[in-house]
């Protein structure tokens, strides 16, 4: 997201040649390392044998792409829209705001739905966290955080406790209580530490882990009781800007998407990066597992939304109309899977036909551009957060 987008130099002795200089943080063996870029272009020179170079690797390393998307290419034998030529369309749509949450006093940047199907938390850059009760729209609870633009939000499994996180590069744990005085501030637990920005936090299947993604170019597990480092996953080589876990409640896999243009799907046992997507032509903001796991769409500065069939090993749709020339922020999808929803940096959400990707609906209402599109767990509503300050609820 190029206006939300942060850098962060460290500087200090280099690891290997002591001198002070800019670092650059990278993992050998998942152990951090901290070397200047001088140190790191003379390590990757090192084993190389004779009349090798790192260009020569390079272009082989291309080729043996080139290669892999021929045999991709083999096994493509149609196009998820053809088959769904004779699929009914979908019918008139008649989704309109039912609820505005007002109570922060800058742009929202995230939101998440609690499973009760009716609180939800956002997190803004006015350094609030605030948990709303959807139906009345009254706030249940308002949390200070330690730093203003607060990126990343999320709701436990048992709605017992919300996680948050932002430029103070960590997330941390908030318990609920049902005292909507008590001082939520003074119960906070910082969980995960990362050396940049955290741009997005999720709990994994229980409460006692929390997976986050951020700028520095990795995700992260964590446990919530020791606050220890579980498991690190390196593949991403820009900012990691979103991440979402299997629907499944035994899921093992997440998929994550970032500023280098690729969605990369992980092992959260091996921590291995074992399915690698790379279609888009600019940073991917969102990405979001299908219902029953076996795909995940993305939404990308390019203005487009894709969806890619885990199964298939590759894109199958692109939702996509030459009006359209802002970049998607966020994408969901219905209960069903049906229906796409995306919010986008022109301020609308476009509502889209997953099997023939055709957009069919257009919402309007926000002054700014949507930043989050969330559907509610029972599927009955959505909830879009902007930019403009107010969080929506759609039905």
Known sequence: ??????????????????????LMNIYLNNEAINYCSLCVELMACQGLEKGETVAKLK????????KLEVERAKLHDTELHKLAEKVEAVGQLNI??????????????????????????????????????????????AVSMPSTWVMACAYSPSGCAVAAGGLDNKCSVYPLSLDKNENLAAKRKPVAMHTNYVSHCTFTNSDLQVLTSSGDGT?????????????????????????????????????????????????MRSGQNVQSFETHESDINCVKF??????????????????????????????????????????????????????????????????????VSILFGHENRVSRVRVSPDGSAFCSASWDNTLRVWA
């Open 219 to 267: 995700c992260a597990l964590w446990d919530v009781e020791s606050a220890q480092l579980l498991m690190s996953f390196h593949s991403h080589t820009a900012d990691v800007l979103s991440l979402d876990m299997g629907p499944s409640e035994t899921s093992n896999t997440f998929v994550s998407g970032g500023c280098d243009k690729k969605a990369k799907l992980w092992d």
């Open 290 to 359: 299908y219902p029953n796991g076996d795909a995940f769409a993305t939404a990308s500065d390019d203005a487009s939304c894709r969806f890619y069939d885990l199964r298939a090993d590759r894109e199958v749709a692109v939702f996509t109309k030459d009006s359209v020339m802002f970049g998607a922020s966020s994408v969901d999808f219905s209960m069903s899977g049906r229906l796409l929803f995306a919010g986008y940096n022109d301020y609308t959400v476009n509502i889209w036909d997953v099997l023939k990707a055709e957009r």
């Open 1 to 22: 997201m190029c206006d939300q987008t942060f850098v962060a130099i460290t500087f200090g002795p280099c690891d290997n040649c002591t001198k002070t200089k800019p």
């Open 96 to 141: 309109k705001a039912r609820r505005v949450l007002k109570g922060h006093a800058n742009k929202v940047l995230c939101m998440d739905w609690c499973t009760d199907k009716r609180r939800l938390v956002s997190s803004s850059q006015d350094g609030k966290l605030i948990v709303w009760d959807a139906f009345t729209t009254n706030k249940e609870h």
């Open 59 to 66: 272009k082989e390393t291309e080729a043996l792409k080139v």
